[in-house]
DNA sequence: CCGAAGTTTCAATTATTTCTGAACGAATTG
DNA sequence: CAATTCGTTCAGAAATAATTGAAACTTCGG
């Protein structure tokens, strides 16, 4: 029956916009969150031009999404015998797609943001007086906080599990350094 | 000396601008960032001017960070006695912001996809053929992954402790549905 | 080798996000 | 109550990001 067909094509859709949606508030682009969804959806893996179809992409935005994709190991190729075209399918185990994601992230914040915060504090060496070592500190304290951020993640995608615990006074200084007007609300 | 100012100048838009870039890979606005890091990295609370002045930032722009940077509970107002104008601080409590900012996220799952999965099962109901069946229980694993999802990350927001462990398997269908080409690569 | 089919790349366009600056409003003071 | 100081808002400007469409490439069969 074609009205099945229909009924299909509007499902499809609705699941992939809403994926595309959780997805875009993660921080990725939306088109991301649709191809894997229909991926996920469909019975066989699909090739570009049946991806552009459905989801009324062109077919250079489909390729720039499949290769992100598939950095992020979220979609896989596949082959199929006699077939010219390839073929893409969707990654199941969510859990490898999240710590991907994650781990990458990290390796942002090890990489560039630890240098800058070293070099920061540099610029401050040898200064004597109270607010030099007050502004010391509290850089010292985010470099700490990089430190554990990088421990917790990396515990994170190894195993798992995540505990955020140690997190909670890491960037609150000592009331001795403290100097501050009370809080409104 | 004045060379030191200079100096802390350089160190404090270093530490901003890397802060800044941190939580802009995370999906924030950079200038969440640069805002909350001057205020860290200050001795006292700091009146909304003092931050344009320091981030070359305009007026505008910083009520509109500010505004929003309180709505995540990152920063706050404080007042002091007989001044007019409005001061801020940073919160320093990490584990604050992160539970703030992964249960915002979360209420987005909740409500919104939710019901798209909802809509997009319905349209399915009464199919009788093999891809119908399939296509439904594709869209039950989606369900229930965002009902794990939701257990997941509302314990973590309770208790700091995150458990993946039962994410990997949820999305892959049993092999009798399955019916695809071989992975390539 | 040629041509067809499929894919990638990229300059140009379009869409979206962010920022600015000026206007407005509220609060305070002389 | 006029003048001043802040803060917010918002229309337009500027900056970024995403998408298209077409050209360039690649692969493969003949």
Known sequence: MDDKQERWLEAELLVA????????????????GRVWSVLYLSDESLAAAELAERLQMSAGSVSTTLTELQRWSVVHRVFRAGERREYYEAETDFWKMI???????????????????????????GARDAGSRARIERIARL?????????????????????????????TLPRALMNRARRSD
């Open 17 to 32: 916009d809403a994926v595309g949606d959780v997805i875009e508030h993660w921080g990725f682009r939306k088109a991301l």
């Open 99 to 125: 710590s991907k994601v994650v781990s990458e992230r990290e390796r942002f914040v090890t990489r560039s943001v630890r240098e800058r915060l070293a070099r920061a504090s540099q610029l401050l060496v």
């Open 143 to 171: 470099q700490s906080f990089a430190d554990v951020a990088e421990r917790v993640i990396d515990t994170f995608v190894r195993s798992g599990r995540a505990d955020f615990g140690s997190f909670s006074d890491l960037l």
